[in-house]
Every structure is written in structure tokens, then in C-alpha cells.
């Protein structure tokens, strides 16, 4: 009798000791599974439509937006033909984002001029009133093609109006934060450029072909003080939001992205 009763005890820890290992397994999978969730890339282009993409403050994407290549364009020339050749910056609207790691990839013509926005709030008249830029800029011809005296003038600079400033270039925080340029490497016009943004409150990074350029806190002391001193000082709502839409900017040259997705933090 005794030996049944060890026996049947015995069986009774066993099998305790097998469900409690059996929960712990299952308890940790839901875990893996809901971090995967919560690390998984979402696309936010699929290459063949431009669903999703409006233009800002609008229903529909502006003439010359398309879908072409694996690619998200912008075509001059298509725009022109319907009588329209840019300058309507576009959003991805399905969606807002708080903290993230954007990925984009991009290239630019000569001379070519874009930005890619986040924590964007439709409402007001354009998106950098209200939303940090990471700038896309040909540093090397945009001087060479354009007048950049009242592009200048605007951020407050008076001298060599003809030269790009740091905070005007690729990589750089609009008028902000400007790029690393030790750090810092471009690829020429009409190759591929890759480009990371990481936002959370604590630090948010811009990298450009594998390298962080820049680096900042958002809303503290400096960062207030860089707001209120230059470019954004009459902009009271700039950078303030916490979440928003992710956009580009339309600057009436021809841009192509692709491979765009984004992961939340």
C-alpha cells in the first residue's frame, strides 16, 4: 500500500513539475511573439500602389506621385503634363507614429531638393511649420543650380548666400541640428542613399548610409533653446507634437523612394 501511495505521488509531482514547465514554455513564446509584434517592420510603400499616400492637408496624392519600379516618384514631367509641377508635400495618412525607427532609401537629381517629415499634423499651412525635417539636398550642385539668397535669408544667414549651411544639408535636422560631416558619407547623384530615423523622448538619431550623423535630445533645455533663437522662434506648435504622420516634402524636382517601412519603439 505504501508503495502505491509513493508511486501515486510520485506521478502527482511529475506531472505538476511537467505543467508548470509546460506554462513557463508557453508564457515565454507569448512573450517572443508579442515582442516580434512589437519589433516588426511595417511597410509603409508595397511598390506597386501608392496606397496610403495623400497629399497634405488633401485627399488624394498631387499629379506626378506614382507608383513605378518598386519605387514611389515623383515625375516632373508627368506632373507638368496636367499641368501641375509640384511643390504639394504628400503623407503617409493611414497611420500616425510616436516613438520609431523609420528606414527609407532615396535618391536625388542634380540639384534636387526634398525632406522627409515625422510627427506631422495636418492644419496648417505647410508641414515644416510644425514638423522636425530630416533634409534630402544635393550638397554639392543645388548651390550651383539655384538662388539660394532668399533660402539663406530665410534661416537668418547673411553671408555667402550662395554656399548650402550645415543645417540646410543632407542629414541634417532642419535648421536645427546639423549633420556630422566627419561622420557623414553621401553617395552622388542618382545612386541609392539609405537613411534611419530613431525617435524616442529619450534620443533621436539620423543616419545616413550606415552612419548616425546626428544625435539630439528632443525637448530639452537645448533643444528649446535652439527653437526659440532661429528659424522656429514665431513657429510656437514646431516639433512639439509627440506623434504624427510621416511625410515628404515636394520641392518641384523629380525624387524617388523606396524599400520605406518603419518599426515601432
Known sequence: MKRIIYTTLLLLLVLTTACKTETKQKDEEQTATVKQIENKWITLFDGKTTKGWRA????????GWIAKDGE???????????????GTDIIYGAEEFDNFELYVEWKLPKG??????????E??????????????????????????????????YTDNPEELKPLQQTASDYAMHAADPEEKIMHPVG???????????????????????VSFVPWDEAWYERKNS?????????????????????????????????KKL
Not at 534636387?112 to 499634423?121: A, P, T
Not at 545612386?191 to 550623423?213: A, C
Not at 511625410?247 to 518641384?252: A, I, L, N, R
Open 56 to 63: 497634405y492637408n488633401g485627399k488624394e496624392l498631387p499629379p
Open 72 to 86: 514611389l516618384q515623383f515625375d516632373t514631367e508627368l506632373g507638368k503634363e496636367q499641368d501641375y509641377e509640384g
Open 112 to 121: 534636387g531638393n526634398s525632406g522627409i517629415f515625422y510627427h506631422l499634423k
Open 123 to 156: 492644419g496648417y499651412d505647410s508641414p515644416p511649420e510644425v514638423a522636425p525635417e530630416y533634409q534630402l539636398i544635393d550638397d554639392e550642385n543645388y548651390a550651383n543650380i539655384h538662388d539660394l539668397t532668399d533660402y539663406n535669408l530665410s534661416l537668418g
Open 191 to 213: 545612386e541609392w542613399n539609405t537613411t534611419r530615423i530613431i525617435f524616442t523622448p529619450d534620443q533621436v538619431e539620423h543616419w545616413l548610409n550606415g552612419k548616425k550623423v
Open 230 to 262: 532661429d528659424k522656429w522662434k514665431n513657429s510656437k506648435d514646431y516639433g512639439k507634437f509627440k506623434t504624427g504622420y510621416i511625410g515628404f516634402q515636394d520641392h518641384s524636382s523629380p525624387i524617388w523612394f523606396r524599400n520605406i517601412k518603419i
